[in-house]
């Protein structure tokens, strides 16, 4: 009876009941596709610090351009695919490539921070595989359609779970890392805004960014969880140039903050123990 009770007080008229798993793999299947769309949009518009990152391999500007157009479309292509047709091929592929292109910002010469503040980039697609699981002993699990409405094996949910934690906790540390040495597309940001001492501002926000990835790191709560998520989601749209496409971009971002949200909701079986125990 009580569970009866339970699945119609979580159900909305009109829209599909989404489990707790369905909800997170939803969560993180879109925010791995906006991260590599919004990332293969700056390949075809051409984005000149990225010069700097093809520097790495030896690449000069003028092959570094005519290449930049060429990975945008992959990577475009390869967000879609997550939409359409997600398979755990791709997903691990986007865990490699989502590192790599992050690893170049500290290898190219910036701050060791731009690594960490896009550990979404990779860590929503990894979240999402660990969540997944294996698809079997052989091979051609790895190219098999994800099955979103298949059954998620707790202890995968579990590891994903504690996945999301240290993902969250790596890109707000990383982010208020940034506040804190001023990093001027930041102290831009503020300025633009109209704060009269942005060095000031960007300071408190990186110190009190820091203390909330610890806080999610070792005792992660829903309410904290939603206010770094609107924090994210409304501060990511103040970049002075291709704002929508930067926004889209941190998709993997928003998604590993909200899938963490919603693995710490209570499962069926707590709330059926709350309803027995009142």
Not at 81 to 98: A, F, K, N, S
Request: with cysteine; charged share 15%; aromatic share 12%.
């Amino acid at each position: 009876m009580f569970t009866t009770v339970l699945g119609k007080r979580n159900h909305h008229p009109g829209l599909p009941s989404l489990n707790q798993p369905q909800k997170i793999h939803y969560t993180l299947r879109i925010a791995s596709a906006m991260c590599f769309i919004g990332h293969g949009a700056f390949g075809i518009i051409t984005k000149s610090i990225w010069c700097n990152y093809f520097a790495v391999f030896g690449i000069d500007h003028n092959l570094a351009y005519r290449l930049m157009p060429v990975l945008g479309s992959f990577d475009i292509m390869m967000g879609l695919l997550i939409l359409v047709y997600p398979m755990r091929m791709i997903l691990l592929w986007l865990i490699i490539w989502g590192t790599i292109t992050a690893a170049l910002r500290p290898i190219s010469g910036e701050p060791f921070a731009e690594f960490i503040e896009r550990s979404g980039n990779f860590g929503a697609p990894l979240a999402l595989l660990i969540l997944s699981g294996s698809g079997g002993n052989h091979i051609s699990g790895w190219f098999k359609k994800i099955d979103p409405n298949a059954f998620f094996h707790p202890k995968n949910l579990w590891v994903a779970t504690n996945c999301l934690k240290i993902v969250v906790f790596l890109l707000i540390l990383g982010h208020g890392w940034l506040n804190v040495i001023g990093k001027k597309g930041l102290l831009g940001q503020y300025n633009s805004i109209g704060f009269p001492n942005p060095g000031l501002t960007a300071e408190v926000i990186g110190l009190l960014e820091i203390a909330a990835s610890f806080a999610v790191l070792l005792r992660p709560v829903r309410p904290l969880l939603i206010v770094l998520f609107i924090w994210k989601v409304t501060s990511e749209l103040f970049y002075p140039h291709h704002e929508l496409f930067e926004w889209i971009e941190r998709g993997g971002s928003y998604g590993a903050l909200l899938a963490l949200w919603f693995s710490l909701e209570q499962s069926p079986a707590e709330k059926l123990r709350l309803v027995e125990k009142n």
